[in-house]
């Protein structure tokens, strides 16, 4: 689509999505998962519409010579579309955020005061040119009582309006404003910028994409953004340990697949176990092709081990690597975990209680973990449903964000007439 | 105190907060109770030294022709002292936010998945020459377990050094780090711009003091704010309803203090209950000499009613003067309410239940109360114990802002050697 004045048409955007925020607030229960199980049966009965608007996505991606991993990203295969439609019934089948009422307490005033969870208002998502994510915004907007305005990869332009136009038919189906969920139908980037700048209309950014993108959408943003930039995710082997264990959980925080954010990239070996650890640990990691970078201790126990400069102790690979170092108490463990990680998800391995409680308490970070493995940080594993994204953050939601992000709680106060002295 | 290089000087306050933090995190709850209760003793034993920095600010402030009620503001009296030593006190006596662990469950990987709540870290306090909020921030960041950056106004700086002083002491008297609270030593504005610009340093900024001041801080800042920028506080008299409880709660809301954000300003009125109720309420507002802004209707009823503009109902007046409207729906009250209200309180009077929950729920407000007076919104008055600020924004905190508004949920997860398949 051809719009000449971006700033009006996000204006038009927001203000629809704004409008539309309202009933989504009030809208019954039974009608947002109507209109969840409506969306599902449209995604199951439109495969050949959608594949239609997808192939031409994915012969404008060949042609411009996209790489292959992110063409197959693209592809809307009958297996991603049923497992979207399953989403959808997934969260419909949850019970809803929205209306919870807790804390109710009578003051000594004669007012009873609580607190009601209600929906933020209006979300904006920035994703990457996967068009299932389109389908996962807008459910979890549906339940949450949210409207949400979408903006999606360019690539992926002709998939996301064939899959929002089934978005839009399914909130009608339910009786709920189909504005409720819009998607930005320009690739111009102008309306990127237009979208986090507008308090007024959007309540609170989650962008999803590079570490790149995500940073710069966080410092032009005039509203909250959820986001994580970086998962620096540490194991520490502490002096007291079930080796066994520690070699388990360990390969498993590290290798059972590199590229989510919550793999292990940096290994903190206390120094009473390393001459124990390190070799058997460093067993695995050779016959896997896990190279490892280490301080000059690890180095004389590990031979296969390269030197780590600084910069290692800070990155995130995402690839068969690792950085390693041996401490000489936890107290050098938790600074550097707090010094050089992410503050996304750190664990200790340990016999030890009263080292693992300070760990816990000490290590800051939305996740700390005892005794398993880092890769279990994730909205699903926690049990809540759905995941929205994973926050770094202190402010509002840390760590994985299920509906309930999407959510603020508001004071409900009930009285008889009572008046303030 | 001089200060030519004010980013070098800001980054060294903030450098020395953020290495207190980890400590002030740690500290056990009988520590932190122990400098609190430290500091309501020294403030006793202090009243000659604190009189002498207090006269200074005072006699700069009188020759500088300050007004008599911002004099009056910076007074140090006994009265004062005794009031902020009390606050230690108490506020050592209630529990710890710090440490609670929530909701832990277990999972069906065998993980067992929780909540522990923990400090945000560093907070900077930004406010007006009133040396009372300096103790009050301060006593709430040792509770919990944060360190602060305290920039109060500059005439009170004399008054506010003396102050920190005994800060800083109490904090040493219960081995914790003095350098937990920080004051900023200049009185140059470009103290507070480094201030709201250095997310490495600082969590939050919290912010007391005018409508302009708390726009620009928000506007320039790169941390979150907790603010609120206006009380256009409504009370709604619905169709159905208690007139004598209508009168009584109206006018305890807009009358019994002018000045507070949480005065009502503006009185919404169901068409069935306007010749009922105006001529009630509209002789308490005579009587106590309150002008009445009107819609035409209002102005039928109430002669003595001036015509209501546009802008009158966007207005927070913090005076006594109310603008009136005579509705003709709920809708048109919550409609109204969520169109020229500042979403901070807002109040239904009525008998009818499905209306009082209607508002309740759709009135998009940090408070919304049924039957009572929109001036117990209130840190106090909800059972907070204390209050940092109150909140209008939706994300993090909302309404008024306790303890736990300074603190964060992180998640622990406990295992015993289990891996992700």
């Known amino acids: 689509m051809q719009i000449d004045d ?26 947002k998962d109507r209109a969840l199980r409506a969306l599902a049966a ?16 994915i ?11 992110m063409v197959d990203r693209l592809r809307l295969t009958p297996k991603v579309i049923e497992t979207v439609a399953e989403g959808c019934e997934q969260i419909a089948a949850m019970p809803d955020p929205i209306g919870e009422i807790t804390g109710v307490k009578r003051r000594p005033s004669g007012i009873s005061v609580g607190q009601m969870r209600v929906p933020l208002g209006v979300f904006g998502m920035i994703y990457e040119s996967r068009p299932n994510v389109t389908i996962e915004a807008a459910s979890l907007a549906v339940k949450s009582g949210n409207a949400c305005i979408l903006r999606g990869g360019s690539e992926a332009l002709h998939s996301n ?21 819009q998607l930005v139908q320009t690739t111009d980037r102008a309306a990127v910028g237009r979208l986090i700048t507008m308090p007024e209309r959007v309540d609170v950014i989650i962008p999803r994409g590079g570490k790149g993108l995500i940073e710069r959408i966080s410092a032009e943003a005039r509203v909250p953004v959820i986001k994580h930039l970086d998962g620096n995710c540490h194991v520490y082997v502490d002096a007291e340990v079930d080796l066994d264990l520690a070699v388990k959980v360990t390969d498993n925080a590290k290798t059972q697949k590199y590229s989510p954010c919550n793999a292990a990239e940096s290994l903190l070996v206390h120094a009473a176990q390393a001459a124990a650890f390190l070799p058997r640990i460093g067993a695995v990691f050779a016959a896997k092709g896990v190279e490892v970078r280490g301080c000059e201790r690890t180095r004389t126990l590990l031979p296969q081990a390269v030197a780590a400069t600084e910069a290692d102790w800070a990155t995130e690979y995402l690839a068969p690597v690792i950085s390693v170092k041996v401490v000489d108490s936890l107290d050098e463990a938790i600074a550097h975990v707090n ?23 000490e290590v800051d970070s939305a996740s700390v973990m005892v005794n398993t493995s880092t890769r279990f940080a994730d909205g699903f594993e926690y049990g809540l449903g759905a995941e929205i ?8 939601a840390r760590g994985p964000v299920g509906l309930e992000g999407l959510t603020s709680m508001k004071w409900v106060v009930l009285g008889q007439g009572e008046i303030r002295q």
């Open 161 to 181: 309006l064939a899959l929002w136009a089934l978005v839009q038919a399914a909130l009608a189906d339910a009786g709920l404003p189909p504005d409720a969920v």
């Open 339 to 361: 010094r050089w990680g992410s503050h996304h998800t750190d664990a200790i391995l340990t016999t030890n209680h009263p080292n693992a409680m300070r760990f816990l308490r």
């Open 42 to 57: 449209r995604l199951r009965s439109s495969a050949d519409a959608l594949a239609i608007a997808n192939a031409c996505d």
């Open 6 to 31: 971006i700033a009006a048409y996000m204006a038009h955007v927001g203000a629809a999505a704004r409008a539309a925020s309202t009933a989504m607030a009030a809208a019954s229960t039974a009608s």
């Open 389 to 396: 994204g994973i926050s770094t953050d202190k402010f509002h």
């Open 59 to 69: 012969a404008a991606a060949e042609s411009a010579g996209l790489a292959a991993p």
